[in-house]
């Protein structure tokens, strides 16, 4: 069975330029997560899909950040325009999610896209 | 929001030492996972966990979910256990908070 797929792995833009994370989840999983972790910290929710509705974004800073999740399968996030300050490292993770009346929430992570702002 | 803590923050064995990793939490929880990032930054699930024991190979965890605690036992350390171990909570009908990691580096 594949695991969560991100792309890129590495990206590298300058400061004002826009960028965009992509995340294919576990086949079947209808709840997906997108994180934030900087360096020599635990991961951060940004934002959490239950199939392609947002059910919280909470965190997810709107006036640069987007996300979209169509058709409830994959699942882009976007950021424009980058500040320097948006250097970290972005996870995706999915879990199967509600299933027969009982909500499965076991995570599995993607090996994340690390973003370096100049 | 909950609190999640975790301890020792750093930890360095010599290859074939047992260690107890800890990961203590504020507020009750009905979810609770335990992470390995390798030095490659992959979050590698050890254990889903929100009550009771459970082993796998070298490794065992346990939560005693009424005392708002986790521990991860890792046994006979190889240098290949080392890296960053989070725990994530979840209180009932919100999100997954994780800890700061225990950082574990293991000499050959």
């Known amino acids: 069975e594949a695991g969560v797929v991100q792309s890129p792995r590495y990206k590298i833009i300058e400061k004002k330029q826009p960028v965009a994370f992509w995340c294919n989840p576990i086949s079947g999983h209808n709840t997906l997560y997108w994180y934030l972790q900087n360096l020599g910290q635990g991961p951060e929710l940004l934002i959490r899909y239950e199939n392609e509705e947002a059910v919280d974004d909470s965190q997810l800073p709107k006036d640069r950040f987007s996300a979209e999740r169509l058709k409830g399968v994959d699942s882009t996030l976007k950021i424009q325009p980058a500040e320097l300050g948006d250097s970290a490292v972005y996870l995706c993770?999915?879990?199967?999610?509600?299933?027969?009346?009982?909500?499965?929430?076991?995570?599995?992570f993607g090996p994340g896209t690390r973003l370096t702002v100049l | 929001g909950i609190q999640v803590e975790q301890s020792p923050p750093d930890l360095i064995l010599q290859e074939g030492a047992n260690s107890t990793l800890r990961c203590n939490f504020s507020?009750?929880?009905?979810?609770l996972q335990w992470f390995h990032q390798n030095p490659w930054g992959q979050l590698i699930n050890l254990f889903y966990i929100p009550s009771g024991t459970k082993q796998n190979g070298r490794l065992s965890a346990t939560t005693v979910a009424t005392e708002r605690y986790s521990l991860l036992y890792i046994s006979s350390s190889q240098t290949t256990d080392s890296g960053v171990y989070f725990c994530?909570?979840?209180?009932?009908?919100?999100?997954?908070?994780f800890g700061p990691g225990t950082r574990l580096s293991v000499l050959p």
């Open positions: 507020d009750s929880v009905n979810n």
């Open positions: 993770a999915s879990s199967l999610g509600l299933a027969g009346g009982i909500s499965y929430n076991e995570q599995f």
């Open positions: 994530a909570a979840q209180p009932y009908g919100q999100n997954f908070v």
